[in-house]
């Protein structure tokens, strides 16, 4: 159920839009989320997004991840096995986002679009260093340089099956067919529906509100949970970006574009519930000590199956503000 607290808009963009990488302990991931429905109401311009970037920009290297060290060396082969499994995902991800969004800002259509873009480019760059630093000081790594520790901690396709197709195959084979063809304004629909929409809107946010939410509730909000959190409101930036300029497309040229950002979402809707599936099918992946903590009284399976209601109805509000209604539920 959508809740947004009964403050203003300037309260909360005041608390959360200014809030400095060293407060990033006190805020609440809901409330940092609640800035995505609200802009929903009134969508910022390309250029309001490309200050708020500059404004909120971060650097890892000032996060202190002492704690999470001393936190880590203490826990369990199994609490260790499910938290690398889920940063994993993350890391990998941000990686590969990073890596695809170069021909989305040659491909832009106009000098705007490509102002956002390039501060997005920037922050995907910076999550994955920030995932860098965690994985040297806490997780422990013998990987000499950023490519060994990508190639090390990268999933494989055995691993995720729907994973791979998003990361390796899809959203590569499209950014390269933007690269070769910038004038193609529906593949830049489709490819923003699935990479911003879907992959971020969808399942980064809804991983991330979860991850977040279950180690604030633990009392873990030290390194990593200030800069993930940061990296959270770079993401709700991402997602507004992305209805903002489906809603222009959509206002432009209904018949056009209407199309494409359903089948794409048709296309991809089944393998966001198979992006959640844990490696082997095996649900002690949601359970153990950080169920217990965060999440009294769930099993592994409610956790999932609440995890994809969750990310299907933030999908499904973001399409109703560009403009598009459809249903969203999925055959198993
Ligand atoms: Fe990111
Ligand atoms: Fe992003």
Avoid: C
Wanted: no cysteine; net charge negative; glycine share 6%.
């Amino acid at each position: 159920m959508l809740q947004v607290r009964q403050i203003s808009d300037d309260l909360i963009e005041q608390q959360i839009g200014g809030a400095p990488l060293g407060a990033m302990d006190s805020l609440y991931i809901d409330d940092v989320l609640s800035i995505v429905d609200r802009g929903l109401e009134n969508l910022p311009s390309y250029l309001d997004l490309y200050r708020k970037a500059v404004k909120q920009a971060w650097s890892p290297d000032e996060l202190d991840f002492s704690r999470d060290k001393q936190e880590w060396e203490f826990l369990s082969p199994e609490a260790k096995r499910r938290r690398i499994w889920s940063m994993r995902m993350f890391f990998d991800g941000e990686e590969r986002v990073a890596g695809l969004l170069a021909p989305f800002v040659w491909a832009a259509p106009d000098k705007e679009v490509e102002a956002f873009a390039a501060t997005q480019l920037a922050d995907e760059v910076r999550h994955t260093i920030f995932f860098d630093r965690y994985w040297r000081e806490v997780v422990g790594t013998s990987a000499a340089n950023l490519d060994e520790l990508v190639e090390e901690i990268g999933i494989k396709p055995h691993e995720n099956e729907a994973y791979d197709y998003f990361f390796y195959k899809w959203l590569p084979a499209q950014a390269q067919w933007l690269a070769s063809h910038p004038t193609d304004l529906e593949a830049s629909a489709k490819f923003v529906t699935v990479y911003h929409l879907v992959v971020e809107g969808a399942m980064f946010l809804t991983g991330m509100r979860y991850q977040l939410e279950g180690a604030r509730r633990w009392g873990r909000t030290w390194g990593y949970y200030k800069g993930f959190t940061a990296a959270t409101r770079d993401e709700s930036r991402h997602v507004l970006f992305a209805v903002r300029y489906l809603r222009d497309m959509v206002r432009q040229d209904p018949a056009r574009f209407v199309p494409v950002i359903h089948s794409a979402i048709e296309e991809s809707l089944p393998l966001i519930e198979k992006t959640m599936t844990p490696p082997g099918g095996e649900m002690s992946y949601y359970g153990g000590k950080h169920l217990e903590v965060a999440w009294p009284g769930y099993t592994p399976e409610r956790l999932r199956n609440e995890m994809i209601e969750y990310a299907k109805s933030a999908l499904g509000r973001r399409l109703h503000a560009v403009g598009i209604q459809m249903p969203l539920s999925t055959p198993n």
